[in-house]
């Protein structure tokens, strides 16, 4: 019973490059997020999609990257990493209940420091 | 647009203590709301999530919140900490497309 898998779970990056964070989920649920942690600052919404081939934009989605070519997977891309983007990465899914108040499932994280 | 406060950033409790976390939303439709742990190192799990149905909410290790429309809170409460209970806690409110806004977090500190 995997639920949400994150990967890698710790990753250095040197100012420049480029990487992409792997989420899937088992539970074929519809909605999947991005958030990223800071301190003081609670979660904030990277990207998000409502289903596959469909992503949106979140609260603070510059200098990141997703696309959701199957149901399982949500991969988020890294474009040109900064310091800025030093942080703790989770990846969310929510099945689809018809109702707000269903809860989301988060993996354990990505932590990720810049350079 | 919605959002929610959490009064406190760190609180300490002693073992046995009663366990009080401060939430308030904002919100121009009806609130869907949430608390969650993270236990260190750890992804977020669900402690317990406002259904409608009741004010009082129970739940998981002995933790309850209750919503109060008049003072547009949430605050969640626990009678008696134990050590297992240090950890961070989040209020999140959510919106149509399960889209989650979450308080800055508080920090839970137990001292035997």
């Known amino acids: 019973n995997a639920g949400v898998t994150q990967t890698p779970k710790f990753q250095v990056l040197k100012t420049g490059q480029s990487m992409t964070l792997q989420c899937a989920q088992d539970m074929n649920h519809e909605y999947m997020s991005w958030y990223r942690q800071d301190p003081g600052m609670g979660l904030r919404l990277i990207h998000y999609s409502v289903g596959a081939g469909i992503t949106d934009q979140g609260e603070v989605p510059n200098g990141y990257n997703v696309s959701r070519s199957t149901t399982e997977d949500f991969p988020l891309r890294l474009l040109s990493a900064a310091p800025s983007q030093t942080s703790v990465y989770f990846c969310?899914?929510?099945?689809?209940?018809?109702?707000?108040?269903?809860?989301?499932?988060f993996g354990q994280g990505t932590r990720l420091t810049v350079v | 647009a919605q959002s929610v406060t959490q009064l406190g950033s760190h609180v300490s409790v002693s073992e046995g203590a009663l366990v009080l976390l401060r939430c308030n939303y904002s919100?121009?439709?009806?609130?869907?709301l949430f608390w969650y742990v993270q236990y260190p190192n750890q992804g977020l799990q669900l402690l317990l999530k406002y259904t409608s149905a009741a004010t009082l909410v129970k739940g998981i290790n002995g933790f309850e919140a209750e919503f109060k429309k008049s003072e547009t809170s949430f605050h969640l409460t626990k009678p008696s900490a134990h050590m297992s209970d240090a950890a961070e806690y989040f209020c999140a409110v959510s919106d149509q497309d399960y889209k989650l806004s979450f308080g800055a977090g508080t920090t839970v500190t137990v001292r035997a």
């Open positions: 919100s121009s439709v009806p609130p869907y």
């Open positions: 969310a899914s929510t099945p689809d209940r018809g109702h707000r108040n269903t809860e989301a499932f």
